[in-house]
């Protein structure tokens, strides 16, 4: 969901003068257009998706074998330097309750859509698509940020990144990849907020979209993985 949307070339829906869907048949006929859309993203998704991260993990540094806290805080602890950077690092972690645990546990408990001027979209999780398909709507030429909070538990998590995937009438319209950073676990929830984006406007940006969302490490595990569906159109709904 970011500027890369303005590329799209065509919008394949009709709709009325103000913008919104009309009639029973054809809120039947988008929901029957809606699921195909999603089942044939899905498809053609899953290997541009595989391509992508085998890239990912071409660029990574390898890390090596994962390592407990406790033994990371053993680890080259006459280093003074770098025994502070772990310390600084890991913060108020209770190392009775994690610091024997190898993997670490990201839980993501938010995710919202923010625009000045107007309520947040909070989006529910786990995931229940309504009666239509459709998650949400954004009215076109809105500036918007994804804000989101995460839990981490039990060791490090290195390198997570989320990543957001656009399809519009099958068609792959933006990938988005932010890189989060590297946490430690803490009680408190983390939260981040991702730079303002600005939605695309015009006769072929607005329609429907499917997208994925991904939350994943420097390994490779998926913490959160969503299929959803949006509405670009001239109003707010």
């Known amino acids: 969901m970011s500027t890369a949307m303005g590329a799209i070339c065509r919008a394949d829906e009709k709709s009325d003068k103000n913008g919104t869907l009309g009639g029973p048949h054809h809120e039947k006929d988008e929901k029957e257009r809606l699921n195909a859309q999603m089942s044939e993203a899905t ?24 390592v407990s806290i406790k033994d990371q805080l053993e680890k080259d602890k006459d280093d003074e330097s770098l025994r502070r950077w772990k310390e600084q690092l890991l913060g108020s972690v209770d190392l009775n ?3 024997e645990s190898l993997e670490s546990e990201v839980k993501i408990l938010s995710l919202s859509i923010v625009s000045p001027g107007r309520a947040d ?3 529910p999780l786990p995931v229940e698509l309504n ?30 990144r989320y ?17 989060l950073g590297t946490f430690s676990p803490q009680p408190e929830a983390y939260k981040y907020e991702t730079p303002e984006e600005t939605t695309p406007s015009g006769l072929f940006a607005r329609g429907t979209y499917a997208a994925r969302t991904k939350f994943i490490d420097d ?19």
């Open 219 to 237: 390994d490779g595990k998926c913490y959160l993985e969503i299929n959803y569906s949006f509405d670009i159109r001239r109003e707010w709904a």
């Open 97 to 99: 309750s994690v610091g």
């Open 131 to 160: 009666s239509k398909g459709v998650w949400f709507t954004l009215k076109e030429g809105s500036p918007y940020k994804l804000r989101f909070s995460f839990s981490v538990s039990n060791n490090i998590v290195s390198g997570l």
């Open 43 to 66: 498809i053609e998704g899953s290997e541009e998706e595989e391509e992508d991260e085998e890239e990912d993990k071409l660029g990574q540094p390898n890390v090596g074998p994962r």
């Open 121 to 123: 979209i909070v989006l």
């Open 163 to 179: 990543t957001n995937t656009v399809w519009k009438s099958g068609l792959k319209v933006d990938k988005t990849k932010e890189m």
